[in-house]
Nanobody
Framework: QVQVVETGGDLVQAGASLTLSCTVSGLTFSTTSMGWFRQAPGKEREFVGGIGYSGGPPYYADFVKGRFTISRDNARNTVYLQMNSLKIEDTAVYYC????????????WGQGTQVTVSS
């Protein structure tokens, strides 16, 4: 049984930094591409960024480039989303998902973690 668990969501002020973690079990993490999504109230879920398993660089949606960084620790079966210079519009539930395969919807999702950015 695959389990995906996100942690780290919090209420922060605009301009702050926050790091989310996503720990996966039940699959071979080291050969699974991972991704982060988010969904703000009243909006559709959107892709934030992803990271492959083969050592290639992470990739990001334009709206987070230069502010967010995705990394992974295969020894800990964990992927991270480091978020800097947070904006009010970054407020959303953030989800971790796998695998990330082109335009396909990931098969496995976490329950989400709430990030709220206040002014």
């Amino acid at each position: 049984q695959v389990q995906v668990v996100e942690t780290g969501g919090d209420l922060v002020q605009a301009g702050a930094s926050l790091t989310l973690s996503c720990t996966v079990s039940g699959l071979t993490f080291s050969t699974t591409s991972m991704g982060w999504f988010r969904q703000a109230p009243g909006k559709e879920r959107e892709f934030v960024g992803g990271i492959g398993y083969s050592g290639g660089p992470p990739y990001y949606a334009d709206f987070v480039k230069g502010r967010f960084t995705i990394s992974r620790d295969n020894a800990r079966n964990t992927v991270y989303l480091q978020m800097n210079s947070l904006k009010i519009e970054d407020t959303a539930v953030y989800y971790c998902a796998a695998p990330i395969l082109g335009g396909s919807t990931p098969e496995y999702w976490g329950q989400g973690t709430q990030v709220t950015v206040s002014s």
